[in-house]
């Protein structure tokens, strides 16, 4: 059978482009996106970002279902941390229960954002990463069925949300994530996009410690790769320059709406940049159909994932559609 493949989405903002656009633009790939044949479309948690336009993922989420049918849709993730257990239980389960058996909730435990803003997001409350296990233990708590207790016991509920089931997804860029995701008997997504040195001994853990659960007897290893693909290398490499740039200027502590595609990158860069750019987008595969269907061969058969869930910052809309487009096609001969 062909690799489960789907797409891990940003909205971006674009350089010299309203911010309504990404969101026009967010519908669109997500609607094509479902007639590719993508499994999952999710949206990633964001702060203070100016090229980022998904501070909010559960609005985003919620816009997405309305504008498509069958796609399962969710969140790649939810910076945990940042939120009460109790919220997004309610947040997620209402989705749930507005589109049954289409919602993903998938969880991080970075804020998304610089420490200034982090602390701004979260205010009064306490614990931050260091609760994320039992957040997250929290949160299957109140998806899971309503508790027999002695009668007038007053106990805490999420309506909606209880014995709705929203399946749980941990993600991680380190070993963190892949230890906490096997002992809790979770699936478990690794951001090799941005994270590829990690990718290898991170899945291998996983499946090493993994401890089967009631709902996922088996592991389910996701792990992100960046897919930058056109009708010619040229063409590829010309548009991955955004990409480039997009880190680089996070690097430099300056991040940028993202930016157009230069001519030649190396002018733009230090060449310890050029370094640091090729150890962080290691988790990249950048050409056209054929580079597509060699690169993404040797990343599955490297990962031993059980799904791709591909992402792309590119500039032009039309070619970053083209990209996913081409893509899956690649993925659906991919075994």
Not at 133 to 142: G, T
């Amino acid at each position: 059978m062909a690799v489960p493949y789907s797409l891990l989405d940003l909205a971006p903002i674009l350089e010299g482009v309203p911010i309504e656009q990404s969101f026009r633009n967010m519908v669109d790939l997500a609607q094509r996106a479902e007639r590719w044949g993508f499994t999952r479309y999710w949206l990633a948690e964001h702060h203070a970002h100016p090229g980022v336009a998904s501070a909010a993922p559960v609005v985003l989420i919620a816009h997405v279902l309305a504008h498509t049918k069958t796609m399962r849709v969710g969140s790649g993730g939810v910076m945990l941390p940042n939120h009460a257990p109790l919220v997004v239980a309610e947040q997620f389960g209402t989705l749930a229960a507005l589109h049954p058996g289409r919602v993903d909730l998938g969880l991080g435990r970075a804020p998304g954002t610089d420490q200034r803003t982090a602390a701004a997001l979260r205010r009064n409350m306490i614990g931050g990463a260091d609760s994320f296990p039992q957040d997250v233990m929290e949160l299957l708590h109140y998806f899971g069925p309503a508790p027999v207790v002695e009668p007038d016991t007053v106990y805490v509920r999420a309506m909606p949300g209880e014995g709705l089931g929203v399946p749980l997804y941990i993600l991680g860029s380190s070993l963190y994530g892949a230890e906490l995701a096997a002992l809790l008997g979770l699936p478990f997504a690794f951001a090799s996009h941005f994270a590829p040195e990690n990718l290898v001994p991170a899945m291998a853990l996983y499946r090493n410690k993994y401890r089967p659960s009631e709902a996922n007897p088996k592991p389910h290893a996701i792990a992100t790769v960046n897919v930058i693909a056109a009708e010619d290398r040229a063409q590829a490499q010309y548009l991955f320059t955004s990409l480039q740039q997009h880190f680089m200027n996070i690097g430099r502590g300056h991040p940028q709406p993202l930016e157009r595609p230069v001519d030649d990158i190396t002018q733009h860069a230090s060449p310890g940049e050029l370094v640091r750019l090729r150890t962080k987008l290691g988790g990249t595969v950048v050409g056209d159909a054929a580079d597509m269907r060699a690169g993404l061969a040797e990343f599955r058969a490297r990962s031993q994932a059980d799904e791709l869930l591909l992402t792309a910052l590119i500039y032009d809309h039309e070619a970053r559609c083209r990209s996913f487009e081409i893509a899956s096609e690649v993925m659906r001969t991919l075994d």
